[in-house]
């Protein structure tokens, strides 16, 4: 056939390049468009993270005035410091890669357990009305409800963006171009307060 285009390109060639340049095109902006996706994650977890440092850093004080009253309870008090710390390390991991899904499963795992350990304090506050009464412990478990209720809306918007990403990476085409970049599904931030937090009582004000 006749070449009827420059360069010495038919018809044909050229429709065949033009296809492969609107699948590179519609590729890349797949790509950026997952970036875009896994970036949006990191910024919402670092509102969690903001939130999680707040109640890690509430605990060493709600410990410090919970042992001045319960010199019989030192198990619970060593129980909730020790949680705070394995929570802190899984918060670490997290932060560097938000989208991995084993290190948010560890994240939830910890603070699950923080907040057992926690949930357990508070119920001993409650047979203790010294303790109970004591203006700082009674300021820091309003904080405490107050940071849980922050982790809780920032849980929701981190979510909401990992369901974002997700859809993008795993719906036809674009799953491909996923696959072959390395993008995988990331994971939700099950709820952070344990079913024995749930349950135990809380310090009323």
């Given at each position: 056939?006749?070449?009827l285009?420059?360069?010495?390109?038919?018809?044909?060639?050229?429709?065949?390049?033009?296809?492969?340049l609107?699948?590179?095109?519609?590729?890349?902006?797949?790509?950026?468009?997952?970036?875009r996706?896994?970036?949006?994650?990191?910024n919402?977890?670092?509102q969690?993270?903001?939130?999680?440092k707040?109640?890690?850093d509430?605990?060493?004080?709600?410990?410090?005035?919970?042992?001045?009253?319960?010199?019989?309870?030192?198990?619970?008090?060593?129980?909730?410091t020790?949680?705070?710390?394995?929570?802190?390390?899984?918060?670490?991991?997290?932060?560097?890669?938000?989208?991995?899904?084993?290190?948010?499963?560890?994240?939830?795992?910890?603070?699950?357990?923080?907040?057992?350990a926690?949930?357990?304090?508070?119920?001993?506050?409650?047979?203790y009305?010294?303790?109970?009464?004591?203006?700082?412990?009674r300021?820091?478990?309003?904080?405490l409800?107050h940071?849980?209720?922050?982790?809780?809306?920032?849980?929701?918007?981190?979510?909401?963006a990992?369901?974002?990403?997700?859809?993008?990476?795993?719906?036809?085409?674009s799953?491909?171009?996923?696959?072959?970049?390395?993008?995988?599904?990331?994971a939700?931030?099950?709820?952070?307060a344990s079913?024995?937090?749930?349950?135990?009582?809380?310090v009323?004000?």
């Open positions: 056939m006749e070449a285009a420059p360069f010495g390109l038919t018809p044909a060639s050229m429709l065949r390049w033009g296809i492969a609107v699948v590179l095109l519609w590729a890349v902006w797949v790509y950026n468009r997952l970036v996706l896994r970036n949006e994650i990191a919402a977890f670092a969690i993270d903001v939130q999680l707040r109640r890690h509430l605990v060493p004080n709600l410990v410090d005035v919970a042992r001045k009253y319960l010199q019989h309870e030192r198990e619970t008090l060593e129980a909730v020790q949680a705070r710390g394995g929570a802190q390390r899984a918060a670490d991991r997290a932060r560097e890669a938000p989208a991995d899904p084993a290190r948010i499963g560890a994240l939830a795992a910890a603070e699950g357990l923080l907040g057992g926690l949930g357990r304090l508070m119920a001993v506050v409650e047979a009305p010294e303790l109970k009464a004591d203006k700082t412990m300021e820091l478990a309003e904080e409800t940071t849980e209720n922050r982790v809780a809306f920032a849980r929701q918007a981190f979510n909401d990992v369901l974002d990403h997700n859809n993008a990476a795993q719906h036809f085409p799953v491909v171009v996923a696959r072959l970049t390395g993008f995988r599904p990331a939700m931030l099950e709820s952070t079913d024995e937090e749930r349950r135990a009582p809380r009323q004000l």
